[in-house]
């Protein structure tokens, strides 16, 4: 059932046309829940909301956006966004729609505490939603800068206005707990103006009497009843959320629960397995019969060629086919023969080589010998005796001594060696040309060696060089479609993927049909694309979303076997995640050995301090906090707002001053 009321047009008629036709969404859908849609409304503050969307599980504010367009963020929380290179900011000065949105969930949570019980909703789990007139394309920093920021879990961006329902659908959250009879109520306070301090603009006039509009009376008078036992049952898990330790995290601002989109993921994927068991049993069916025809066909052609050998030559073919292949094997084996005359020559050659240096070397033993015994023994040699009388010079005839007579004297020893030893002149004089040509390679050996050495090092530095310097692979785009290049221009891989990203530590992000996934620096893909989005690495683990749960992978490609309503990347060994029960920090895939402190936002690890958000205010921990958390945070005070520390200094906003603080807490320039 539903129930419109719309207390005054809307100035901008393109808005209005919005309304209406979130109005008709809401009246078609089928089997929806009782629901209490409200346009344009005036607070008590003097702000006007776009639309306000009640039903028994959720309380969303919609902000209408006629235009359509690609939207780009450079900052999701304090900056315009651009739709269309045009500035899109929000309504009130808010810098941005989330902004605005920041702003009116506690302008509207303060307005719905004067018709709701404590028991029956929890208003700090208002969510948001930014509803475009005109199809959205969203730029690739969009979803990066939205889970930047933690408190962002409880506003969406719908892309595409005809899945409106759906998204509203999956708000839903246990922490919202009205009945019909309690939305049927609610309408009626307020066109009937039963609350004294709402202000005469916002009295609601009586919906035209629509089939939608209409209270059952039967709902009507039941009403009470469910409301009080509501309220007793919330009354009960508050009793029991303060006896669990989780008092001081009373005003969380966390994501929706989601539990009716878990179990439908998990149908899903049941319904995933099924299939994919039920496809492996046909492919493995299908790889029998593919065997069992080709084991037939061996078969038949072995069948075959036993009957073409038993069966007469008939036709001259067959005899010049059969001749061919006689002559064929004739050759063959002729190869054959040569081949193993050729291996057993050179198995001969080789023996006969292995004979001549084997001979040479035992030469080359008794020279080196040889020349030792005769440097041992030329210096014990005697003088040369006086020459004897010649005949000659006795006849009178004047000659004397040559100079190869007197530089050149042999003495007794040696000249009985070289007489001795006629024999061994011979084999020494054969040796001599193989003992030089030893003794030249011998000599070049080392230089070039040297040389070598020298080549085979200038290689590995070229390659090594070329390796340094060529880079990760080129993203190429070609038919609209995305690939990669090498350094030297070859084609990694082929144009094939949606959208690629650049390489970090070895690996890119891809997307294949709306799926991302990772490839290495060798083209492979190492994470085949299955998630709705993932990030690049991060600390060894890539954040990795999966409809509207997060969760993360390794560097092995295994997924966690948690998932969460948000998440942020891991720095410094940690990663902020929020479920049920709020903000806290994981260190990897291990399950939690004791509860985890809990914060109302937690962020990133940056120089070994994290902003986190306690009691409504922000403040600075150390990794220390998280093992023994202590009240007091000091050095560092509470603040109204903060950023991340960033070159050693971060900016924080306390009592209307904004300034820097460095690490220790003081303030800094």
């Keep these: 059932m539903l129930h419109a009321f719309l207390p005054a047009p809307f100035s901008d008629a393109a808005r209005h046309v919005q309304f209406e036709a979130v109005r008709a969404a809401l009246a078609a859908e089928p089997q929806a829940p009782a629901t209490l849609l409200l346009g344009n409304l005036m607070l008590p503050d003097g702000g006007r909301l776009d639309a306000v969307v009640i039903r028994p599980h959720s309380l969303t504010l919609l902000l209408l956006e006629p235009r359509g367009g690609h939207l780009a963020i450079r900052d999701f929380a304090h900056a315009a966004w651009q739709l269309d290179s045009a500035p899109l900011t929000g309504a009130a000065g808010a810098d941005n729609p989330f902004q605005q949105f920041s702003q009116q969930k506690e302008a509207l949570a303060h307005f719905l505490r004067q018709y709701l019980e404590a028991g029956q909703a929890n208003l700090n789990f208002i969510t948001g939603l930014l509803l475009f007139g005109e199809p959205v394309v969203f730029g690739r920093e969009v979803e990066e800068r939205m889970a930047a920021v933690p408190a962002a879990s409880s506003f969406h961006l719908l892309a595409d206005p005809t899945r409106f329902t759906r998204r509203l659908a999956q708000l839903a959250t246990p922490e919202i707990d009205l009945t019909e009879a309690d939305i049927a109520q609610l309408a009626q306070e307020l066109t009937a103006g039963k609350v004294a301090s709402v202000p005469e603009t916002l009295l609601i006039p009586e919906p035209k009497p629509e089939p939608e509009s209409e209270l059952e009376p039967a709902a009507a008078a039941a009403g009470p009843a469910p409301a009080a036992g509501g309220g007793f049952l919330q009354q009960k898990a508050t009793q029991l959320w303060h006896w669990l330790g989780a008092h001081d995290i009373d005003d969380l601002d966390t994501a929706p629960y989601g539990y009716e989109e878990v179990a439908a993921r998990q149908q899903e994927k049941q319904e995933l397995e099924q299939l994919r068991t039920t496809m492996q049993a046909e492919v493995a069916t299908q790889l029998r019969a593919l065997e069992a025809r080709e084991a037939e066909r061996e078969r038949s052609l072995v069948q075959l060629r036993e009957k073409l050998a038993a069966a007469p030559a008939v036709a001259p073919e067959a005899a010049a086919l059969q001749a061919r292949i ?188 709306g799926a991302f996934g990772f490839i290495n620096d060798k083209g492979e893909e190492t994470l085949a694309p299955a998630y709705d989005a993932l990030n690049p690495c991060a600390d060894g683990f890539a954040r990795a979303r999966i409809g509207d749960l997060y969760t993360f992978v390794d560097e092995k490609g295994e997924e966690f076997s948690h998932y969460y309503y948000n998440a942020l990347d891991f720095s410094e060994g940690r990663a902020a995640v929020l479920d049920r029960r709020g903000w806290f920090y994981i260190v990897g895939p291990e399950a939690e050995t004791k509860p985890p402190v809990l914060f109302q936002e937690a962020y990133s690890f940056h120089d070994g301090l994290a902003r986190v958000k306690l009691q409504g205010t922000y403040t600075f921990i150390s990794q220390d906090y998280l093992d023994e958390p202590n009240p007091d945070t000091k050095p560092f005070g509470r603040y109204t707002d903060a950023g991340d520390f960033a070159d050693g200094r971060a900016r924080v906003v306390q009592e209307g001053r904004t300034f820097y603080i460095d690490k220790s807490g003081e303030p800094t320039e």
Excluded: C
Excluded at 383 to 398: D, E, I, R, Y
């Design 326 to 513: 006689a002559a064929e094997s004739r050759e063959k084996d002729i190869l054959e023969a040569a081949m193993q005359a050729s291996r057993a020559e050179s198995e001969a050659r080789n023996r006969e080589l292995d004979a001549k240096i084997e001979q040479l070397s035992q030469l080359m033993l008794q020279m080196q010998a040889a020349t030792a015994a005769s440097a041992a023994a030329e210096p014990a040699a005697p003088a040369p005796p006086k020459p004897a009388a010649n005949p000659a010079v006795a006849a009178g005839l004047g000659a004397e001594p040559t100079a190869a007579a007197a530089f050149s004297p042999v003495s007794a020893p040696a000249a009985a060696r070289h007489s001795a030893a006629p024999a061994a002149s011979a084999p020494a004089k054969a040796t001599q040309p193989y003992a030089r040509l030893l003794r030249k390679w011998r000599r070049r050996l080392p230089r070039l060696g040297i040389v070598a050495g020298g080549l085979m090092g200038l290689i590995v530095a070229i390659w090594a060089f070329r390796a340094a310097t060529a880079g990760p692979p080129k993203a190429f785009e070609q038919n609209g479609r995305w690939g990669f290049l090498e350094a030297d221009g070859d084609t990694l891989v082929p144009a094939r993927y949606t959208s690629v990203a650049e390489f970090r530590e070895g690996r890119a992000v891809v997307e294949k049909q």
